[in-house]
T-cell receptor, first 114, second 115 residues
Framework: AQSVTQLGSHVSVSEGALVLLRCNYSSSVPPYLFWYVQYPNQGLQLLLK??????LVKGINGFEAEFKKSETSFHLTKPSAHMSDAAEYFCAVSVDQAGTALIFGKGTTLSVSS | GAGVSQSPSNKVTEKGKDVELRCDPI?????LYWYRQSLGQGLEFLIYFQGNSAPDKSGLPSDRFSAERTGGSVSTLTIQRTQQEDSAVYLC?????????????FGPGTRLTVT
C-alpha cells in the first residue's frame, strides 16, 4: 500500500531564504509523486509531478523537487522564498499506475516573514 | 475557461439530516474525483468516476455516503443521516482522463458543518 509522510506540519522561513518541505513515501510499486499547493479558501493547485521521466522535476513558481529512490524521498525546494509562497503544501502519491486517486500527506503550512 | 465548481460553498446541517453536495467538472473532463479534507484525517480519497461509472467505491467511509454522476458531467455526493464526524471540506476534482499524465483540477470545496 502507498502512503506519504510529510515531516513538519509547519515551516517558517524569512523572505529570500531557502524553502525545504520534506516528503517521504512508501510504495510497493514505482510511485508517481505530486506536490500540490492550497492557498486560503481555494482549491488545490498542482505544483509539479514525478512520473519517472526525470528525477529532478521543475514546477511552477520556481519550485522543484528531487526524487530519491534510495531515500524514498521527494522533498520540495525553492531557492528564495517570497511572501506569496505562504500556503499549505501537500505531497501525494498515486494509488496505482492508472493514477485514479491520490493519497495525500497531512500537509505542511509554510509561513514567510519579511 | 471555467474551472471546477462546487455548490454550496458552505452548508450547515443538523445531525441526522441528509445533505447533497454538487460538483460541476470542467467541460470535457471524463474523470471526476471526490476527496474529503478534515482536521483529524487530512485529505482522503472518497470515490472516482470514469464517465458515469464508479469502479472504485472503497474510499467511501460508510454506507451513509453515496455518489452518482449523470450525463458524464455533474456529480452529486450524498450523505445520509449526517453525523458530527462528517464535518469537513469536501473537494471535487476532474481530469481529462485517468492516468498520471492527466492533471487533476480541484474545485474550491464545500465546507460541511454538522451541528
Amino acid at each position: 500500500a502507498q502512503s506519504v509522510t510529510q515531516l513538519g506540519s509547519h515551516v517558517s522561513v524569512s523572505e529570500g531564504a531557502l524553502v525545504l518541505l520534506r516528503c517521504n513515501y512508501s510504495s510497493s510499486v514505482p510511485p508517481y509523486l505530486f506536490w500540490y499547493v492550497q492557498y486560503p479558501n481555494q482549491g488545490l493547485q498542482l505544483l509539479l509531478k514525478y512520473t519517472s521521466a526525470a528525477t529532478l522535476v521543475k514546477g511552477i513558481n520556481g519550485f522543484e523537487a528531487e526524487f530519491k529512490k534510495s531515500e524514498t524521498s521527494f522533498h520540495l525546494t525553492k531557492p528564495s522564498a517570497h511572501m506569496s509562497d505562504a500556503a499549505e503544501y501537500f505531497c501525494a502519491v498515486s494509488v496505482d499506475q492508472a493514477g485514479t486517486a491520490l493519497i495525500f500527506g497531512k500537509g505542511t503550512t509554510l509561513s514567510v516573514s519579511s | 475557461g471555467a474551472g471546477v465548481s462546487q455548490s454550496p460553498s458552505n452548508k450547515v446541517t443538523e445531525k441526522g439530516k441528509d445533505v447533497e453536495l454538487r460538483c460541476d467538472p470542467i467541460s470535457g473532463h471524463t474523470a471526476l474525483y471526490w476527496y474529503r479534507q478534515s482536521l483529524g484525517q487530512g485529505l482522503e480519497f472518497l470515490i472516482y468516476f470514469q464517465g458515469n461509472s464508479a469502479p472504485d467505491k472503497s474510499g467511501l467511509p460508510s454506507d451513509r455516503f453515496s455518489a452518482e454522476r449523470t450525463g458524464g458531467s455533474v456529480s452529486t455526493l450524498t450523505i445520509q443521516r449526517t453525523q458530527q464526524e462528517d464535518s469537513a471540506v469536501y473537494l471535487c476534482a476532474s481530469s481529462l482522463g485517468t492516468g498520471t499524465h492527466y492533471e487533476q483540477y480541484f474545485g474550491p470545496g464545500t465546507r460541511l458543518t454538522v451541528t
